[in-house]
């Protein structure tokens, strides 16, 4: 069974604060990396998929890395605003041929 | 618009009687599967399709079925549905598997089976 962690489970932040949060996974045998975003009520949306070590992708205020030799990739969210509010789910594709998720890291940005 | 399509949004039902959740996209990808939540979990994988006629196993596929006889549909078929398949789930599609394609989702059917 494949272990993708995803780390804090939940914060809170103030608006206007910049945060960042790290989705872990299995250093071997990797095809690529996703990043959703889910808010709640609604369905997940896709935000990145990352296939290069040293990936960088960029949505607005939220970018996203990727180092697949160490296996971890980290999520940034610019000036985090109360819309940002949501879960993010990060979901690893290796040589099982499948997707395996992490269980999220739920954010709260406080007006 | 594109879309993933998913019906019922909630369903209750009791244990033993036969349900089907449907699923339908309109952006004619080739791979669809769906997904289960639960609490403190991932999202977990019960079946996939990598195009019509061609279904396959995930991580949780007991006690679910599935079919693909058209590219649009892939309907997850309980048939006799029991209290630990109370869930929230989720249908997915992409332009080509799960690897270099993000995956588009329905917006969920909670389920929940006495």
Excluded at chain 1, 58 to 77: M, Q, V, W
Excluded at chain 2, 33 to 42: E, I
Excluded at chain 2, 84 to 92: D, E, G, I, K
Aim: proline share 5%; with cysteine.
């Amino acid at each position: 069974i494949l272990n993708v962690e995803q780390s804090p489970q939940s914060l809170h932040v103030q608006e206007g604060d910049s945060t960042n949060f790290t989705c872990s996974f299995p250093s071997s045998n990797f095809y690529a990396l996703h990043w959703y975003r889910w808010e709640t009520a609604k369905s997940p949306e896709a935000l990145f998929v990352m296939t290069l070590n040293g990936d960088e992708k960029k949505k607005g205020r939220i970018s996203a890395t990727l180092n697949t030799k160490e296996g971890y990739s980290y999520l940034y969210i610019k000036g985090s605003q109360p819309e940002d509010s949501a879960t993010y789910l990060c979901a690893f594709y290796g040589s099982a041929r499948q997707l395996t998720f992490g269980s999220g890291t739920q954010l709260t940005v406080l007006p | 618009e594109a879309q993933v399509t998913q019906n019922p949004r909630y369903l209750i039902t009791v244990t033993g009687k036969k349900l089907t959740v449907t699923c339908s996209q309109n952006m004619n990808h080739e791979y669809m599967s769906w997904y289960r939540q639960d609490p403190g979990l991932g999202l977990r994988q019960i079946y996939y399709s990598m195009n019509v006629e061609v279904t396959d196993k995930g991580d949780v596929p007991e006690g679910y079925k599935v079919s693909r006889k058209e590219k649009r549909n892939f309907p997850l078929i309980l048939e006799s549905p029991s209290p630990n398949q109370t869930s929230l789930y989720f249908c997915a599609s992409s332009l080509e598997g799960e690897a270099n394609s993000p995956l588009h989702f329905g917006n969920g059917t909670r389920l929940t089976v006495t």
